[in-house]
């Protein structure tokens, strides 16, 4: 997943991208969980952990609730926390 989107600027590099499977990709580009630049840890949107569905919302979703996020060793392929940062904004406001 793009961190920052071509459309705003967002450029094909290590550091702008995070690896996603299809659900929590599209959940981040959606603005469904955010990533804290700093802390890396995950928040999903308040009207989704209040949400009542079945386990796949349950487990796929609202449990990665202030769950931390793998990064690599090596800083040159860590996502941007700039990055992060653009994006948490957005989330914000979406929340």
Do not use: Y
């Not at 928040?43 to 690599?72: C, F």
């Amino acid at each position: 997943a793009h961190i920052k989107p071509d459309s705003q600027g967002g450029e094909p590099v290590v550091a702008n991208g995070l690896a996603l499977c299809k659900i929590h990709h599209t959940a981040f580009d959606t603005g469904v969980l955010g990533i804290h630049p700093s802390s890396l840890r995950i928040k999903v949107r308040e009207d989704v952990l209040q949400e009542v569905d079945g386990p796949m919302l349950k487990h796929g979703l609202q449990a990665m609730e202030n769950q931390s996020i793998w990064t690599p060793r090596s800083a040159a392929h860590r996502p941007s926390e700039s990055m992060l940062e653009w994006k948490w904004r957005r989330f914000e406001q979406a929340v």
